[in-house]
């Protein structure tokens, strides 16, 4: 069966510094991945998604960037972190872009 | 208009009591849909698909309404456990072909002794 991990399940991290969030699938070739973000009390944001190795869509403007170095291994990153950038990040994976989409655990992010 | 449009509530029922979930979508083109359920401070969870009949498992029931661009889930007999976001889901196509889905902002419902 399909499993996805993502880590760490929690993150403090300082204004300014550099992020790196780590999602990967098994059980599975060639899914389609997601990276989400959900501020406290809101809905979920798609941030990027990806149909294939090195193939990233970008949904929204930010201060992130999103790489998939493998075929299940899909990586959300940024170089200086800003206030704005907490909340829960959601990494998920899909059949495809029709089907339904599988989440991580996620990893609470919170900027001092 | 928003792609997806769902009730925020908080809908806050009885133990056994019947609820019903409304959602409408913008996208007429759109061919898949879903319920996904989010325990507070966690993932959102595959609850069911949405099929055109319409579908039952167990004490819930989904169903779809094309023309009015409509999706609904029933739950009936309600439990504490079902207190949840539960978040309408459908699909819309994107430039270049494919597709993704798009997730509503959620309806809570609290289930009460």
């Known amino acids: 069966s399909q499993t996805i991990h993502q880590w760490p399940a929690t993150l403090v991290q300082p204004v300014g510094s550099p992020l790196s969030l780590e999602c990967t699938v098994e059980?599975?070739?060639?899914?389609?991945l997601y990276w989400y973000r959900q501020a406290a009390g809101r809905g979920l944001q798609l941030l990027f998604y990806?149909?294939?190795?090195?193939?990233i869509s970008s949904e929204v403007p930010q201060n992130l960037s999103a790489s998939r170095p493998q075929d299940r291994q899909f990586i959300l990153s940024s170089k200086k972190l800003l206030l704005s950038d907490s909340g829960f990040y959601l990494c998920?994976?899909?059949?495809?872009?029709?089907?339904?989409?599988?989440f991580g655990d996620g990893t609470r992010l919170s900027i001092l | 208009r928003k792609e997806v449009e769902q009730d925020p509530g908080p809908f806050n029922v009885p133990e056994g009591a019947t609820v019903a979930f409304n959602c409408t979508y913008s996208?007429?083109?759109?061919?898949?849909f879903f319920w996904y359920r989010q325990d507070c401070r966690k993932e959102p969870k595959l609850l069911m698909s949405?099929?055109?009949s319409g579908n039952e498992d167990g004490r819930f029931t989904a169903q779809l309404n094309r023309a009015s661009q409509y999706i609904s889930l029933l739950i009936r007999d309600s439990k504490l456990s079902d207190s949840a976001t539960y978040l309408c889901?459908?699909?819309?196509?994107?430039?270049?072909?494919?597709?993704?889905?798009?997730f509503g902002t959620g309806t809570q419902l609290k289930v009460e002794l």
């Open positions: 998920a994976w899909s059949v495809s872009g029709y089907q339904p989409q599988h």
């Open positions: 059980g599975t070739s060639n899914p389609n």
């Open positions: 990806s149909v294939g190795i090195g193939q």
């Open positions: 996208n007429s083109a759109s061919q898949s």
């Open positions: 949405v099929y055109s």
């Open positions: 889901v459908v699909n819309k196509m994107v430039t270049g072909g494919g597709n993704k889905l798009t």
